[in-house]
T-cell receptor, first 113, second 113 residues
Framework: GENVEQHPSTLSVQEGDSAVIKCTYS??????FPWYKQELGKGPQLIID?????GEKKDQRIAVTLNKTAKHFSLHITETQPEDSAVYFC????????????FGRGTSLIVHP | DTAVSQTPKYLVTQMGNDKSIKCEQN?????MYWYKQDSKKFLKIMFS???????INETVPNRFSPKSPDKAHLNLHINSLELGDSAVYFC????????????FGDGTRLSIL
């Protein structure tokens, strides 16, 4: 089955810095890669996603890049703010009739004011 | 209006008891899921239902029994609770079985004494 590795497990940055979280996946048939943000006491919430026919996608301060050849994708957050502090999860799936998303183990992002 | 709502938010009970967690989504989605998140934040899918039919049943003990009375509801009943069942359980929904973002509830924290 699919295996998703996520790094780093913890990331500490100063407010205003950029943050990058990286994920690799094992199944070359995977074609959908969402990123979720989980705040304390809440469920994960989608922040951005990318499909295999796209190499990069941006939404204001966040962006995701995908390299299908290398089987890795990354989340980039620019101009970090304290409210960006949360746990971030990447996921990969290949759709079809038995859509089973595989999640990475999460990255705890801490943004120091 | 909460899109995916779970009750209760907290559940504290003794080993050996039977308990249920309820989930409802008002998004009109066809597909619903149950996830277990352990103390290290690892998210693991347990079940998936599409239009009230079981699609995915990962290697979960048969003490866990999901029930979907209609496509807006997916409840989780757990028999003979064990210490290892302590975790946060998340319900989620997506539009259908294709690659779609998932909408999560805020979780039910289950603590076994």
């Amino acid at each position: 089955g699919e295996n998703v590795e996520q790094h780093p497990s913890t990331l500490s940055v100063q407010e205003g810095d950029s943050a990058v979280i990286k994920c690799t996946y094992s199944d070359s048939a995977s074609n959908y890669f969402p990123w979720y943000k989980q705040e304390l006491g809440k469920g994960p919430q989608l922040i951005i996603d990318i499909r295999s026919n796209v190499g990069e996608k941006k939404d204001q301060r966040i962006a995701v890049t995908l390299n299908k050849t290398a089987k890795h994708f990354s989340l980039h957050i620019t101009e970090t703010q304290p409210e960006d502090s949360a746990v971030y999860f990447c996921a990969a799936s290949k759709g079809g009739g038995s859509y089973i998303p595989t999640f990475g183990r999460g990255t705890s992002l801490i943004v120091h004011p | 209006d909460t899109a995916v709502s779970q009750t209760p938010k907290y559940l504290v009970t003794q080993m050996g008891n039977d308990k249920s967690i309820k989930c409802e989504q008002n998004l009109g989605h066809d597909t619903m899921y149950w996830y277990k998140q352990d103390s290290k934040k690892f998210l693991k899918i347990m079940f998936s239902y599409n239009n009230k039919e079981l699609i995915i049943n990962e290697t979960v003990p048969n003490r866990f029994s999901p029930k979907s009375p209609d496509k807006a509801h997916l409840n989780l009943h757990i028999n003979s609770l064990e210490l290892g069942d302590s975790a946060v359980y998340f319900c989620a929904s997506s539009q259908d079985l294709r690659d779609q973002p998932q909408h999560f509830g805020d979780g039910t924290r289950l603590s076994i004494l």
